[in-house]
């Protein structure tokens, strides 16, 4: 996938003195030693190696925003803009630095020295780039309220789900199934692997005609409609997402389906019926990242009395390790404000306190990879249109997002899983041995 249309030149001169050495050298605290990539600066000097991925800074303003921003969220915001090019293929070029940020062990996280820090300031003064932080880019979030009030998550899913039907349309295949498919090969289809996916939720929840579902945030529908469609079950789905309950409620007219699937517009803490009339089972796919951390045993208490004694929940849900708790500083900034990932382990033990008994934990990270390339194509080829609707800056920041995320469930920061579960008090119907 390429980041520009831009190749980089086989051979590169240095301008001896430029802006590009000067940075080098103010960097090589930072990145343990010289730089990893061919650093092209906006007085056209370059330094690096000759034959590492180019990065060209094309404006002091790149610079002026890491001084402020140092990391990951400083160097997303000035790619986001165009500040700074990634020049090539710009999954090799992250790769490529990941890989040189674990040679070096960079990834501790510990400050730089005063002598970096002074340093640092000094070249950034030689060079004229001192000053007040560039504002914030317009496609970066901006979320108030209490965190995870009812009002903020409405706020948080618009500015992610809200972007239109039909920008989303052009990335996922036709059932607009936003989550990790199944993938039989890395060969099959995108849309065979998101039906194999909504077929496997189905069976491990032991839906039959007439059962009742509840899909607690059911996005564009993809399984309240193949639910309803392929299994017979009669379904309540509920999102906070308007623009996607137009879109659903306009495929359930089409369909046929109004007395089988219902869409509500409700947060999840609204969504557990009275006593007596639980569901016979509960389904909840990718939406437990947006609940964060302190709400998760809400949530969990959601999912355990919303369902029937003896009935099924399963979730699919993405984990995180490492440093970074949540989502990461880009995906939390840009993408999904106040999404929380942690590790599969620790949601387990939420779901049990929560009291639910966890029956089965499935682990489907290389699938995801799978997926988001799928999407990525998808996203490549549409290119063109998509910028028309959303603008340059949202595509680049949604190429850094497929980009970054497939390589995240690659090399095994994140992960996803599907956690199948029963409420307890009455005789289950789960099969003595796996046969979903």
Not at 35 to 55: K, M, N, Y
Not at 139 to 150: P, T, Y
Not at 300 to 316: C, F, N, T, W
Not at 394 to 410: I, S
């Amino acid at each position: 996938m390429s980041a520009s249309t831009t190749d980089r030149p086989s051979t590169a001169p240095t301008a001896a003195g430029g802006v590009a050495a000067q940075l080098a050298e103010a960097l090589r605290p930072f990145v343990g030693g010289d730089l990893p990539v061919r650093l092209r600066a906006w007085d056209g000097s370059e330094a690096g190696p000759a034959d590492a991925p180019l990065v060209e800074i094309r404006t002091p303003d790149a610079v002026r925003r890491l001084l402020w921003r140092p990391g990951e969220l400083g160097a997303a915001q000035a790619y986001v803009t165009g500040e700074i090019e990634v020049h090539g293929d710009l999954d090799a070029a992250l790769t490529h630095a990941f890989a040189v940020a674990k040679e070096r062990d960079l990834s501790g996280g510990g400050r730089p020295s005063a002598a970096a820090m002074k340093q640092a300031l000094r070249t950034a003064k030689d060079l004229g780039v001192l000053g007040l932080p560039p504002a914030h880019p317009a496609s970066q979030a901006r979320i108030r309220g209490r965190l995870h009030s009812k009002l903020r998550d409405i706020r948080s899913i618009s500015h992610h789900y809200d972007l239109s039907n039909e920008f989303y349309s052009l990335i996922l295949e036709p059932s607009m199934a936003y989550s990790s498919g199944y993938h039989s090969s890395p060969e099959q289809p995108l849309e065979e692997a998101q039906a194999a996916k909504l077929s496997l939720v189905c069976r491990k929840l032991g839906l039959e005609p007439g059962m009742r579902l509840l899909d607690v945030g059911c996005g564009w529908g993809s399984l309240s409609l193949h639910a309803a469609e392929h299994f017979g079950a009669t379904v309540v789905g509920v999102t906070i997402a308007a623009e996607q309950k137009k879109f659903i409620d306009a495929r359930i007219a089409e369909r046929g389906l109004q007395d089988r699937v219902e869409i509500r517009l409700q947060d999840y803490r609204d969504a557990v019926p009275p006593a007596g009339q639980e569901y016979d089972a509960v389904s909840s796919i990718e939406m437990g990242e947006h609940v964060g951390q302190s709400n998760y045993p809400t949530y969990a208490g959601v999912l355990h009395d919303a369902v029937k004694p003896g009935g099924r929940v399963l979730i699919q849900q993405m984990s995180r390790t490492g440093r970074w708790p949540g989502g990461g500083p880009f995906i939390e900034s840009f993408i999904a404000p106040d999404m929380y990932m942690r590790p599969v382990g620790e949601t387990v033990a939420f779901l049990e306190r929560g009291g639910l008994e966890v029956r089965d934990v499935h682990a489907m990270r290389e699938h995801y990879v799978h997926t988001v390339a799928g999407w990525l194509e998808r996203f490549e080829a549409n290119i063109d249109r998509l910028t028309e609707l959303v603008g340059e800056e949202v595509v680049r920041v949604w190429r850094l997002y497929l980009v970054g995320g497939a390589m995240a469930f690659r090399d095994g920061r994140m992960g996803v899983d599907q956690i199948l579960m029963v409420r307890p008090g009455a005789a289950h119907t789960l099969p003595w041995v796996r046969d979903f």
